[in-house]
């Protein structure tokens, strides 16, 4: 079983490389990124054809009834069959849905003429191959690099993500404004789906393949490893908080500016700036900063939200103030997803990290939506300057309890490692 981080790998830090020696030094992992990175970039076409289909068939009941099928999806496979990233061979299984999820995208231009509502178990099976796949790829991560390399490999694919997000939306958005009826969209969704289940293929020694009992009972099994308990109870709060400023962003761009798309794409913009910053930081933290840097990133998270709150009620001209704040919640965000990922990672065993993982995707995906739902209340009842005023209260009550958690923590760990010596 691996060492604690905060126990037994402090003193790794000085071999620690950086992003790109590492891509270059693992090829095994660098195929990996690239799939998610091809994956990553399909996945808002389809997101955005899928809705406006929605839209444009039943209103405000299609949009959400499309969230609904593929969130509900993610959310109810990642529970029922929450150990498959273990019992299962993680390349085979990968490679499986993947080519799944293309052959349900390659029928899908023939079923929507039919009838638009084929869209909606089509969104059911991309979102329950989502949460399998997602996990199996993360897990896979300590068997493709160094121990000491983790955190630097979590950082590579978080910041592969982001950019394969924004360049799939705004190829989305280019897309449809020139042809906004085209669904040959979902074929190239399809062929970025082959693309990486082609790259995984190239890929031995993903891990999986372990006799386990059963399938289900992930979150069970996850919340029962006592180490990894109060991250994942972390990594529910901290969604929800940030789910909850999601919808307040674009009301505030109307605040600012008379554009408020323009202004919504700037702040957009600035966020994902912020996490590129963040991921290539969060690269380099060890494995005994990483729960301190957690606790720090909610801070500096409260202070970004205090700051879009402050600024909005001041009315200041220009944007530069909000981008920049903007943008220090992106980087908050980024040093959160990676120290907290990593910390599961190394609180979990060859035997249990694919369902941990899994586990910590479900618990992430359904606070963030029980979050939006709460800012979305919030922004109705007081509006956006005061939903992200109370985001700003709760990540900085977060912050510091955290830290009070792991300043109580010190002595038991200090402790531990003398008994242990």
Known sequence: MRVPGELGQ?????????????????????????????????????????????????????????????????????????????RWDR????????????????????????????????????????????????????????????????????LAFSTAQALGFGLAG?????????????????????????????????????????????????????????????????SVLIGSATPALLPLAYEFAGNGPSTYALLQIALVAGIVVGSLSAGRLSPARLRPAMAVSFLFFAIGCLGLA???????????????????????????????????????DPLNRGTLLTARFVIAQAALLVGVAVGAVAVTLAGPRWTFAATAAGMGLLGITYLRVLRRSLPEAAELTAASG
């Open 310 to 348: 402050g600024l909005g009620s001041l009315r200041l001209p220009g944007l530069v103030p909000a981008l920049l704040a903007v943008g220090v919640t992106g980087v908050a965000n980024a040093v959160y997803a990676v120290a907290n990922a990593s910390s599961v990672m190394r609180a979990a």
């Open 91 to 158: 390349r085979r299984l990968v490679v499986s849905l993947e080519a799944l999820r293309c052959l349900a995208l390659l029928l899908l231009p023939f079923a929507v003429p039919l009838s638009t509502l084929t869209i909606f178990p089509c969104l059911v099976v991309l979102g329950a191959a989502e949460a399998i796949v997602q996990s199996a790829r993360q897990a896979a991560v300590p068997e493709l690099v160094k121990d000491n390399q983790i955190e630097t490999a979590n950082s590579v694919l978080l």
């Open 10 to 86: 402090a003193g790794t830090a000085d071999q620690r490389v950086g992003a790109h020696r590492l891509l270059l030094q693992t090829p095994r992992f660098s195929r990996l990124t690239a799939a998610i990175l091809v994956s990553s970039v399909g996945d808002p076409m389809t997101l955005t054809l899928t809705l406006v289909i929605a839209w444009r068939s039943l209103g405000a009941i299609g949009i959400g009834l499309a969230y609904v099928c593929r969130v509900g999806a993610t959310l109810a496979v990642g529970g029922l069959l929450g150990r498959a990233a273990d």
């Open 174 to 238: 280019a897309l449809l404004a020139r042809w906004p009826q085209a669904l040959w969209l979902f074929w190239l969704d399809a062929a970025t789906f082959a693309l990486s289940g082609l790259l995984v293929a190239t890929i031995p020694g993903l891990g999986g393949g372990i006799n386990l009992a059963g399938l289900g009972s992930g979150l069970r099994v996850a919340l029962a490893v006592r180490p990894a308990r109060a991250l994942l109870i972390v990594a529910a709060t901290a």
